[in-house]
């Protein structure tokens, strides 16, 4: 429900767009990559190892998808978007913000879901382009999943089952086994080592 109706509600994608996804290998970025495919978009994805990127292009199906330990996203999106991005689903912050906002068309629109590169820092990033905002007319807007409950989950319900059931959906979750794994794994998902939707497994059903 996260991606699905924050794309909608948020993002208003229109066939034939550009959206960059960042963290697009995690739980909630692999289901907005697929949905904003389904809806007709180009979707460029960035994730943090080349065995993500390779996910992303050969599994997902992004149209295009780059290391951001190797190039940065400001590099990136000038080679894969030289058009520009009409919609930013925004899940690290710092740099990557900092480059989708120079990127981002006049009218486009920041999803805010997270910005994972600032919940552990001790010195935040400054972003140094808001202007941006204002001369582009951007609009950048935040939210939880709770928001959306009411008024989206029936649409949901409806149109990802429908793609499920026809396969068009793939997902992977990174699963730790047991109580004991939990803070080993909820470290490692802060820092993007989980792929996918990190789980704990506490007993067998």
């Not at 552990?120 to 609009?139: A, C, D, E, H």
């Not at 949901?156 to 699963?175: H, M, N, T």
């Amino acid at each position: 429900l996260t991606a699905y109706a924050s794309l909608k509600d948020i993002g208003k994608p229109k066939a034939g767009e550009t959206i960059f996804i960042s963290a697009a290998s995690g739980a909630v970025g692999q289901l907005a990559g697929q949905l904003a495919k389904a809806w007709g978009l180009t979707v460029i994805g960035s994730a943090g190892s080349d065995e993500k990127v390779d996910y992303l292009l050969k599994e997902v199906g992004f149209d295009h998808a780059f290391n951001y330990k190797k190039r940065t996203a400001l590099d990136a999106l000038k080679e894969l978007a030289p058009k520009g991005i009409d919609i930013y689903f925004e899940n690290v912050g710092g740099e990557t913000l900092e480059a989708a906002l120079d990127h981002l068309n006049t009218h486009g629109r920041i999803i805010a879901c997270g910005m994972i590169s600032q919940y552990n820092t001790r010195q935040p990033y400054g972003i140094k382009n808001l202007m941006n905002v204002v001369s582009k007319r951007l609009t950048i807007r935040g939210f939880i999943v709770a928001d959306f409950q009411e008024q989206y989950f029936e649409d949901f319900w409806r149109d990802v089952r429908g793609l499920l059931l026809k396969k068009k959906i793939v997902y992977r979750v990174d699963e730790a086994k047991g109580v004991a794994a939990a803070p080993e794994a909820f470290v490692g998902m802060l820092n993007g080592k989980n792929f996918g939707k990190q789980v704990v497994q506490v007993a067998d059903l």
